[in-house]
């Protein structure tokens, strides 16, 4: 028996006991019989109310559980009462364990949202549950308007439609992004992940710069190949006509001044690529070093005039070279960075000018200050110049605007990609103007962060 039972129990012998005190009062001398029946009246009375009572608090509670906004719960005492505080206490746990639920999954889809690759959640039926920004914008959905639209429907790449149908999601497909044009292409790789009853997770990645960076790798690769392959060819020619020929001493002299070409070229070549890989792989030039530019401008004087006397053993007329005069350096400061990448640079400059430039011609170097604070380093020839088409081209590896008189230079293709790759370094930008016909000016800018003391 609980503490209801109790309860009523003890009302029945209260109604029992009133009953019989009030009665003796009544009538004195009543049987005790008559005593026992107005006893069982009084108890039969009392649990009767006492049932009328109970059954109003559990009203009252039924119609508070009833509303649909619970409120505050009524007082109650007894049983009812209790049950009141235990459901109004569980009801509040229910709420915040759901509050903490709904936090949980917010949270979870605002890590989702910042997440960089797109993120697609597909229910049982393939309809799109929930994605991020990215994902509606690589496949041009409206995040908010497309929810619970069949995926199949919004892509309509025929790529994507074979790879949903043959339900084999163990490789990825890359396929083209909906932003993807001719001249910017998109590339997409897709995967689809199972998960819950029959659920989907769609992870799309942007692999646009991976494989742009994979195709320059083939090409360089390709481009190196057959660079090395042309001398190497020749050389083994030669090697076979020296071995198998019988040939006077003028005719292997002469065979053998052109094999030392090749592997001159061959020479050139490689210190071309280490320069390169050296750039790549050395940390960037102080900008705490400082460079005196009239010495560094002296330097590559010297370099050229050496290169002018050779070349004039070949040519019938040597270049008329113009540089600052040393008084018009004098006042010139210092420029930030390594001297040994500045001066490869511009003797890089230098040399295209003389190599490009027929016997005779005119180049002509200056360095002077802007208006903005900027330094700028050109180099002007009288060469042959270079069709507009070209111009944004140069300096991409082993690109040539006239393949054999490059190779009749002793060119590599790779002079103007290590002149932009030291520029970039010291934060300075190369630009070329030129008029097909009357020739080209290489100029190269330094801001004014990388220059100091310069008038
Ligand atoms: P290369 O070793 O072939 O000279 P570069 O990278 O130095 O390679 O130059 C790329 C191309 O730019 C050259 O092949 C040439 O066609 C063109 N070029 C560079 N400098 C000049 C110049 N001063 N006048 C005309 N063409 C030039």
């Not at 009953?19 to 649990?47: C, E, T």
């Not at 746990?93 to 917010?106: A, F, I, K, T």
């Not at 320069?275 to 940390?283: A, V």
Request: net charge neutral; hydrophobic share 45%; charged share 20%.
């Amino acid at each position: 028996m609980g503490w209801r039972g109790f309860r009523l129990l003890a009302s029945q012998i209260l109604g029992a006991v009133l009953a019989w005190v009030l009665w003796s009062r009544v009538s004195k001398d009543s049987s005790l019989a008559w005593q026992a029946v107005v006893a069982l009246l009084g108890a039969w009375l009392a649990g009767w109310i006492w049932w009328a009572v109970d059954s109003w608090n559990a009203g009252r509670l039924l119609a508070w559980l009833r509303q649909s906004e619970l409120g505050n719960a009524p007082e109650l005492s007894g049983v009812w009462g209790e049950a009141g505080v235990r459901m109004r206490r569980w009801l509040r746990q229910s709420v915040h364990q759901v509050q903490q639920g709904d936090q949980r999954l917010n949270d979870i889809l605002s890590a989702l949202q910042a997440s960089p690759n797109g993120v697609v959640l597909l229910d049982a039926e393939n309809r799109i549950e929930w994605c991020n920004q990215i994902a509606a914008r690589q496949f041009g959905f409206d995040a908010e308007r497309d929810l619970l639209q069949s995926i199949g429907n919004l892509v309509r790449d025929p790529e994507f439609s074979a790879y949903f149908a043959a339900q084999d999601f163990s490789g990825d497909l890359l396929m083209q992004g909906r932003e993807s044009t001719p001249s910017r292409p998109v590339r997409l790789s897709v995967q689809l992940y199972g998960y819950g009853e029959g659920r989907k997770l769609l992870l799309a990645r942007d692999v646009t710069a991976l494989e742009q960076a994979e195709a320059m790798r083939r090409d360089f690769v390709a481009n190196v190949s057959h660079e090395i392959r042309t001398p190497l060819t020749v050389l083994s020619g030669f090697v076979e006509t020296l071995q198998n020929l019988p040939l006077d001493a003028a005719e292997r002299n002469r065979y053998l001044g052109l094999m030392a070409q090749q592997a001159e070229r061959m020479q050139h070549l490689v210190e071309d690529l280490l320069t390169l890989s050296r750039l790549e792989g050395s940390p960037l030039p102080s900008s705490k070093d400082w460079v005196c530019v009239a010495q560094l401008l002296q330097r590559c004087e010297d370099e050229a005039r050496g290169l002018s006397v050779m070349l004039t053993r070949k040519q019938a007329l040597p270049h008329v070279l113009t540089f600052p005069s040393p008084e018009a350096l004098a006042e010139v400061g210092d420029v930030a960075g390594s001297s040994a990448e500045l001066q490869s640079a511009f003797s890089n400059l230098l040399a295209n000018a003389m190599r490009y430039t027929p016997a005779g011609g005119r180049i002509d170097v200056s360095w002077s200050m802007l208006a903005d604070g900027s330094a700028r380093f050109a180099v002007k020839d009288s060469g042959p110049g270079i069709d507009p088409k070209h111009v944004a081209r140069l300096t991409e590896r082993f690109y040539r605007v006239d393949h054999s008189r490059s190779r009749d230079t002793g060119g590599t293709g790779l002079g103007l990609a290590i002149v932009k790759h030291v520029l970039q370094r010291h934060g300075a930008k190369l630009s070329v103007s030129s008029v097909q016909g009357q020739g080209s000016e290489f100029a190269v800018t330094f801001p004014p962060s990388r220059l100091r003391g310069l008038s």
